[in-house]
């Protein structure tokens, strides 16, 4: 490929889908996380069933949030990006200051949505159909996995 941003708008598909293959190892990843962290706490003696319906509750949270944010703020960014390079158009300001400006934005929403989820997540996840046996490993679960996503802000 060219050293030039040419090669955007003139190489053939295959050679461009090298730039997929991060976001693929990405999603492996995380999907990889889920399994492991299942496993292990499947295997925890005495409780592992009851932690592992907790865990299984957080799932609207757990693949909720980051969708959300995506498609609200990234997504606009994205087609405006694209858009920016097939007119080839590297040097519009305007461009990168709507990008600085979804990247605020999803800032923000990381630390609102950090913020009702510790606030109110106990009552989301027995509106998610946590019961009282479970509502404990969902809550704990909940609240680390709530701190350590939100602050790699995906």
């Known amino acids: 490929m060219n050293n030039s ?5 003139t190489e053939p598909i295959g050679k461009l889908l090298c730039f997929a293959v991060p976001s693929v190892i990405a ?16 295997h925890i003696p005495g409780s592992g069933s009851l932690a592992l319906t907790g ?3 957080c799932l609207p949270d757990h693949h909720g949030g980051p969708c959300l944010r995506g498609l609200r703020v990234g997504s606009p960014a994205v087609h405006r990006e694209r858009r920016s390079l097939w007119e080839k158009d ?3 300001s305007g461009r990168r200051r709507f990008s600085a400006g979804c990247f605020t934005v999803q800032i923000i ?15 989301m996840l027995l509106t998610f159909g946590a019961s009282e046996n479970t509502i404990g490993y969902a809550v704990d679960y909940m609240r680390v996995f709530t701190l350590s996503e939100r602050s790699l802000s995906r």
Do not use: C, H, P, W
């Not at 941003?5 to 708008?9: A, D, I, L, S, T």
């Not at 999907?31 to 492991?36: C, E």
């Open 90 to 92: 590297d040097m519009d």
């Open 27 to 42: 999603q492996i990843v995380n999907m990889l996380y889920n399994i492991v962290d299942r496993i292990y706490i499947g």
């Open 5 to 9: 941003k040419e090669f955007r708008g």
């Open 109 to 123: 929403a990381s630390a609102i949505l950090t913020a009702v989820l510790l606030l109110f997540g106990r009552s």
């Open 55 to 57: 865990v299984g509750v």
